[in-house]
């Protein structure tokens, strides 16, 4: 009983380490406003789920004689063309510009002059205009998933990464050669390659939403274990070799346990630093997918930050830009709101994860701290 | 003369790797339904349709429930696709490693888009366009390395002092900004000082004027004050290596040759502004290491100029975990180049390979081609990484 309850008083030399890290990152500036601005995402995240969903898509109503839209009540904003210096014919209305019918950006509120109901302005959807999509709910939306999506990647590539990173590092021999070999080919095709052939022979058929999410999910989570299982394993040929390891087999611990109490904590610390550098890299990642032209997912019912954010700067919207720019100067106008909102968004969250990933390397290294 | 023996066993190791990525590849488009290949491969309506004397028991039934389409039967024994999988599997591999990469589909949505590129073999297709991907990859590696070696240098010098900071926020803003994003402002920007009336034609980020001026040169509507011969533009001009530059320099056109490096510019700078994170980083962190090592004390000591200490002594010795990342880096950086040549319309192998999957019915020939180039691509990189290596480094033991 005694000796139970002195073990239980001596401090836990992990949570000691947690704390020493802790004190080192806090005063690296940079990590502590990441860490701030990814705290910000996460509530934003919680809340989603609550923000009322049928904001998201805007309809167009085309009437100049002043007449109030039937849908006043429904909760869709609504887009009139009206002229200018006119009343707007219903509440929820909100004009257009000149020449750019399916544009609103996030001044046109008239009923209050600030920032209203579209506060980041719309998105168009289709070219003939008429499918709008409201940016900041969209956005809101958006960020429940992007982090579930990120998160859930880097979690399922980094348990399947630290399980054969260990098998390999601490078994060596033939199954260290095959996983090394294995890691190997997957290191070699560009990652990003990968991914869009898995999304083109599976992903394209799916109707499902779920679906979809499962897949790029899955396709993900084959390209991004290889990394972990390296990191981890050269940690463990180092962790293998240490003192403690050896006393621990030596007072007659079995493998399992040896690997569970000692080699695993003493080698994912490099694995944390990498998964939050990952959980940034994924929104982008999407986002670039979209862009080469997967549409895996429709804005209007899954809101997704990299969708979003490529849809923004989509062939149509460039297109349309330099189309105004050549009629005339004066309607040259760059619609700096579709872009500006999501592309914020998700630089915001990738830098932020960046700076708390480069603190915690910081934190965590003893050669970097000094 | 052991640096032979190491290049050569390195390259044995490729193999496996090579294999590898192409059994992938394979399995991942053996997924695909055949009627899906069938077509891409075929075309969907075949002008003369192919009648043999097959019964239905043979053909099989499509979806609606009727005898398969008798020219679908031919193609089928065409591509091998009758055989069982680890046959098809032994075929596709023989004909890849003795340099038969297949054909370009019929009814592909590439070659719909690429019309010239419809029936030809994959590798005559790779090769008009890898050439400009190459130039751009060694331009944006030239920006990378002049960039981030001197500053990530500076910033382990002068550790969390300003300069540090500031090459730090300015290379993770890079790392952080969606290169189709950045690629856009420029766009956007370049639009906006140039005018929509000079020389920016509506077609400019379209696909169709693109393509006139196959494999050699970039997209001359795009660019201002039309600066091209008129002769060039009827595509009479030969080009004896495929690369742009290199191609106008044999011609005589320097001022060609120099405005198609000054055309490079922008999309190596954005591909550049995305990669120099990481290498910054790396640089930073082993000049810190090299900065506090013995010899380094010990030239401080003698009396060795600052600078001199910090170019010559810890300088070249941090210069191996720099090449060491550049070729990690390279697999990442090549598969960024599908986006950014698509943001800028440059006849590459990423935008070739870009349409061949996101275009359908996908074009599973050059999807196979381009992503065994990569691959290539990829690993010599990495071969000539650790050679680099082992000759700049003599400490390094080869074997």
């Known amino acids: 009983m005694a000796t139970d309850e002195t073990a239980r008083r001596r401090p836990n030399p992990r949570w000691d380490q947690m704390r020493r890290t802790w004190y080192f990152f806090r005063r690296n500036t940079l990590a502590m406003i990441g860490l701030g601005i990814l705290i910000f995402f996460v509530i934003v995240a919680v809340y989603a789920p609550f923000y009322p969903a049928s904001g998201t898509n805007l309809q167009e109503y085309t009437s100049s004689d002043g007449a109030p839209p039937s849908e006043v009540t429904s909760p869709f904003p609504v887009i009139c063309t009206y002229q200018p210096g006119e009343l707007p014919p219903a509440p929820n209305c909100y004009q257009t510009p000149l020449g750019m019918p399916s544009v609103v950006a996030p001044t046109v509120d008239l009923k209050t002059g600030t920032l209203g109901p579209l506060p980041f302005g719309s998105l168009t959807l289709s070219p003939s205009g008429t499918q709008l999509f409201n940016t900041y709910a969209g956005m809101v939306k958006g960020s429940d998933w992007s982090l579930t999506i990120s998160v859930g990647i880097v979690a399922s590539g980094a348990l399947i990464g630290v399980v054969l990173g260990v098998v390999s590092g601490y078994f060596g021999g033939v199954v260290d050669e095959s996983i090394m070999r294995l890691t190997d080919i997957f290191l070699s095709i560009p990652s990003l390659l990968l991914v869009i052939i898995f999304l083109s022979v599976f992903g394209l058929n799916v109707l499902s939403i779920d679906l979809r999410v499962a897949i790029i999910m899955v396709a993900f989570i084959v390209v991004w274990w290889p990394i972990y299982a390296r990191i981890v394993r050269g940690q463990v040929l180092v962790t293998r070799e240490q003192r403690y390891v050896e006393a621990a087999r030596a007072s007659g611990a079995t493998s399992g346990r040896i690997v569970r109490k000692h080699i695993i904590p003493n080698s994912v610390y490099p694995v944390f630093v990498q998964m939050s550098l990952d959980v940034g890299t994924i929104p982008l990642a999407i986002a670039a997918i979209v862009f080469i032209g997967f549409h895996l997912f429709t804005v209007n019912t899954f809101p997704e930050w990299g969708t979003i954010t490529a849809l923004s700067v989509s062939q149509s919207v460039l297109e349309t830009f330099i189309l105004s720019c050549q009629t005339s100067a004066s309607t040259c106008v760059i619609p700096w709101w579709q872009f500006f909102f999501p592309g914020a968004a998700l630089f915001m969250f990738a830098i932020s994860v960046n700076f708390f990933a480069d603190g915690l390397r910081d934190a965590l290294d003893p050669r970097l701290r000094r | ?399």
């Open chain 2, 1 to 399: 003369m052991r640096l032979w023996i190491y290049i050569i066993r390195r390259l044995f190791l490729v193999i496996p790797v090579i294999i590898g990525v192409m059994t992938i590849t394979f399995l991942l488009v053996s997924a695909l339904p055949v009627s899906e290949r069938l077509e891409s491969a075929l075309g969907t309506n075949p002008k003369v349709p192919y009648t043999p004397e097959v019964p239905c028991s043979k053909l099989g039934l499509n979806q609606s429930g009727e005898c398969r389409n008798p020219f679908y039967y031919d193609g089928l024994k065409k591509l091998g696709l009758d055989q069982s999988p680890p046959v098809q599997w032994a075929i596709y591999m023989g004909n890849s490693l003795t340099g038969h990469w297949g054909y370009v589909g019929n009814g592909s949505g590439l070659a719909g888009q690429i019309p010239i590129a419809r029936g030809q073999p994959v590798l005559t297709v790779l090769g008009w366009f890898l050439p400009y991907t190459l130039e751009l990859a060694a331009f944006a590696l030239a920006i990378i390395m002049a960039v981030s070696i001197p500053l990530g240098n500076l910033s382990a010098v002068y550790r969390n002092r300003p300069i540090d900071q500031a090459s730090r926020v300015v290379s993770f803003s890079g790392f952080a900004l969606p290169p189709f994003l950045l690629g856009s402002f420029v766009l956007f920007a370049v639009v906006l000082i140039v005018g929509g009336h000079s020389g920016i034609s509506p077609t400019c980020s379209k696909v169709e004027s693109y393509f006139d001026f196959f494999g050699s040169w970039p997209q001359i509507e795009c660019f201002p004050g039309g600066l091209y011969p008129a002769w060039l533009k009827s595509g009479q001009i030969s080009s004896p290596t495929g690369f742009p530059t290199i191609d106008a320099a044999i011609h005589g056109q320097w001022f060609l040759s120099l405005d198609t490096i000054i055309r490079m510019v922008l999309p190596a700078l954005v591909i550049a502004y995305g990669t120099i994170a990481v290498l910054l980083r790396f640089v930073r962190n082993s000049m810190l290491e090299v900065l506090n090592l013995d010899f380094v004390r010990t030239a401080r000591a003698k009396g060795v100029p600052e600078r001199m200490v910090v170019k010559r002594h810890a300088g070249r010795n941090s210069l191996n975990v720099t090449i060491t990342v550049v070729g990690l880096t390279f697999a990442s950086f090549i598969g960024g180049f599908a986006v950014i040549e698509t943001v800028f319309g440059l006849n590459g192998v990423g935008r070739l390979f870009a349409y061949s999957v996101t275009l359908t019915p996908i074009d599973f020939g050059v999807v196979f081609g381009s992503t065994i180039l990569f691959t290539i691509i990829v690993v010599a990189a990495n071969l000539i990484v650790d050679v680099l290596y082992a000759v700049l480094d003599p400490r390094v033991r080869l074997g």
